[in-house]
């Protein structure tokens, strides 16, 4: 069983700033890819940024040049560094992580999402 477990979402004004982590925690043999979602209510879950376990990085590209993903490997965790924050911006972010468990072979993990809202 895998645990994915987000943190650090909340309230802040436009063209402010937040950082989510996500931490990857269990049966977890190694780790592929970690990822950071986002679902604004009544719109569908897109891909905002992603980091392989080679280094190779992909970002939507409303987020590029304003967020930031990095990942600790030897903590299984991820981070979303988000600047400039926008309004748009608003929406519950999950963080999702593709693993080869010990157990169970490869599947994606998600976290139970962090609600980010940008508002003045």
């Known amino acids: 069983q895998v645990q994915v477990v987000e943190s650090g979402g909340g309230l802040v004004q436009p063209g402010g700033s937040l950082r989510l982590s996500c931490a990857a925690s269990?049966?977890?043999?190694?780790?592929?890819?970690m990822g950071w979602y986002r679902q604004a209510p009544g719109k569908q879950r897109e891909l905002v940024a992603a980091?392989?376990?080679?280094?190779?990085?992909n970002y939507a590209d409303s987020v590029k040049g304003r967020f930031t993903i990095s990942r600790d490997n030897a903590k299984n965790t991820v981070y979303l560094q988000m600047n400039s924050l926008k309004p748009e911006d608003t929406a519950v972010y999950y963080c999702?992580?593709?693993?080869?468990?010990?157990?169970?072979?490869?599947?994606?993990?998600w976290g139970q999402g962090t609600q980010v809202t940008v508002s003045s």
């Open positions: 269990g049966s977890i043999f190694s780790i592929y890819v």
């Open positions: 980091l392989t376990s080679g280094g190779n990085t």
């Open positions: 999702k992580t593709v693993a080869h468990t010990v157990v169970a072979g490869t599947g994606d993990f």
